[in-house]
């Protein structure tokens, strides 16, 4: 039954209380008509529970802007939203078009820093978050007393003479319940292998990200990507106020190959009445590691938790490391994820935490 402000209704009983479901959950596509922004569709979705967030269907059905009762989630960065013909491929001018927001893809054939693989040259963090959908299916529905929102559609990264992929993605929410469930489907309609990498983007920012906001990541080892991470290495877990002339530190997670689920969290203890926290679950199998972003600086402050299937130092070392992961001609890869909110999280033990979170099989 939907929970709407924290009372559970029947489909009967809701229905009674308003003219059109609508009102207190369900979806509205727009676009965006001033600016970089200009011609960008969108959906907003709200799951009648105090979780509201956007989906850029231009912009290969990224999470924008998201919220929870009213508290900001997501770090918007100071391009805002940008529409896909602004996009530049070269080095790291990926920059300029980069909203930041709750969820950013990077990938499908590179992802990272920029490089030059086998003579290709390849700009920062790959074409597919600049890549507009089609196919689009924005639908609200009863099943029982269940009502769902959801946002599906696919993208593509095509070349003559080259690679054929295609990313099958849906976005699905329950009404009442605080979390989203994202499910990518990629499918190599060529007929040559051609490399995957992917990094799931997703950016939390402030009033969740502040001093003394707490990160936590059910990995068994890291390493630092530089020797500023290094330093601050003892510190990775913790948030600190934002600094002039910040230098971000990245760290790469790995996770034992007997675990199915990696968990990331990020816990703010003084928010709201008794703390909010966001949680990132997502499924092993395709998605290995997870590369923690911290970025402290003043008005570029940021804690990026991302999911992947690589580092972030650039497809021509994932060759040489031997980690560079292919997709073969006709093969499909599943890349499941939930992204939820926890409440209440003030005096909350982590491990109980982890393991309520894990408890249930991530749902389709």
């Known amino acids: 039954m939907p929970l709407i402000n924290n009372i559970y209704y029947t489909k009967s009983e809701l229905l009674k209380k308003c003219g059109k479901i609508d009102q207190v959950a369900g979806y509205k596509r727009y676009i965006f008509s001033e600016g970089k922004a200009k011609g960008v569709e969108a959906v907003d979705i709200n799951n009648g529970n105090g979780l509201k967030f956007t989906v850029l269907l231009d912009r290969n059905m990224d999470i924008a802007f998201a919220d929870f009762r009213g508290v900001n989630l997501s770090y918007i960065t100071k391009n805002g939203i940008v529409a896909p013909q602004y996009y530049d491929k070269d080095e790291n001018e990926w920059l300029r078009s980069f909203i930041g927001g709750l969820l950013t893809t990077c990938g499908i054939l590179n992802a990272g820093a920029a490089s030059v693989d086998m003579g290709e040259k390849l700009g920062l963090h790959g074409r597919i978050s600049n890549t507009p959908v089609d196919n689009v299916c924005c639908k609200s529905y009863w099943d029982g007393d269940e009502f769902f929102i959801e946002v599906s559609a696919q993208s593509h990264e095509t070349k003559f003479f080259g ?177 939820g909110i926890i409440e209440n999280v003030e005096n909350i033990d982590v491990k109980k935490l982890e393991e309520l979170i894990n408890e249930n099989e991530m749902q389709e």
């Open 163 to 339: 690679e054929y992929l295609t990313l099958h993605r849906s976005i699905k929410v329950k009404a009442g319940e605080n979390k989203i469930l994202l499910h990518d489907r990629i499918e190599n309609e060529g007929y040559r292998s051609t490399p995957i990498m992917m990094i799931y983007h997703y950016n939390l920012g402030f009033p969740l990200v502040d001093e003394g906001s707490e990160i936590y990541i059910n990995s068994d080892k890291w390493i630092p990507t530089s020797l500023e991470s290094e330093k601050r290495m003892q510190d990775q877990f913790k948030v600190t106020s934002c600094e002039a002339n910040a230098i971000e530190n990245v760290y790469f997670h790995e996770f034992l190959e007997n675990k199915k689920t990696g968990l990331a969290m990020l816990l703010n203890k003084k928010l709201m009445s008794n703390g909010i926290g966001v949680y990132i679950k997502f499924d092993l199998k395709e998605l290995p590691y997870l590369n923690l972003w911290k970025m402290m600086g003043e008005g570029e402050y940021v804690i990026g938790l991302e999911p992947s299937n690589c580092m972030t130092l650039g497809r021509d070392k994932e060759r040489e490391r031997g980690t560079l992961r292919y997709i073969k001609a006709g093969e499909v890869k599943d890349f499941k994820m939930e992204i």
